[in-house]
């Protein structure tokens, strides 16, 4: 694999960040009409709780993937 | 036959199929971390014109290429100034190497 730059990371986390919040809103969608459809009698609400659920999944991704620290020369130690 | 036996059996088909769906996501990577949801439309993407294409011939209807649409916002953000600034760079070093042959050659000549 070629070496990313470093002043591209950032650039790739966004897209990540990006990218993942479209899957999870759909995934999230796509869920809540199955349930909507099969216990909820088609009612609107299980749509928005699952959207909203998906939203919020991608948030705490993204704000995990932001806040990681950028490994160097280091690696990963178990605490004692 | 009970009577709650029906209920119960409806439930249960009903309790079976959100579970795969839910299971099926899970499967997908579609619930996971980041890289997992990324890595996911990055297959969605591959796998959508191929289906599309086979689908429209089987019903035998003609439709024009899918666009190609790259998810690459990082790739966007700011490339109206990025490609200003290298333009305006490349003529202003066009205009000095003009200037500086000019200069050079009225020079060489008086």
């Known amino acids: 694999m070629a070496k990313m730059a470093s002043e591209g990371e950032l650039g790739r986390k966004w897209d990540r960040c990006m990218a993942d919040s479209a899957v999870k809103l759909g995934a999230g969608f796509g869920l809540g009409i199955v349930f909507s459809v099969i216990f909820f009698k088609r009612k609107t609400w299980p749509i928005a709780f699952g959207s909203g659920m998906g939203l919020g999944m991608a948030y705490s991704n993204c704000q995990h993937d932001f806040q990681s620290p950028y490994l160097l020369h280091g690696k990963f130690v178990k605490e004692q | ?110």
Do not use: H
């Open chain 2, 1 to 110: 036959m009970a009577a709650w036996l029906f209920p119960a059996a409806r439930f249960v088909i009903k309790g079976s199929l959100a579970g795969a769906a839910v299971y099926v996501a899970y499967d997908q990577g579609l619930l996971g971390s980041g890289t997992q949801g990324a890595e996911a439309l990055r297959k969605a993407q591959a796998a959508l014109p191929p289906a599309i294409q086979e689908w429209t011939s089987y019903i035998g209807w003609e439709l024009p290429p899918t666009p190609k649409f790259d998810f690459s916002p990082s790739d966007s953000w700011n490339k109206g100034k990025i490609t200003s600034y290298q333009t305006v760079k490349g003529a202003r070093g066009q205009v000095w190497c003009s200037l500086y042959k000019s200069c050079f050659n009225t020079v060489l000549l008086n």
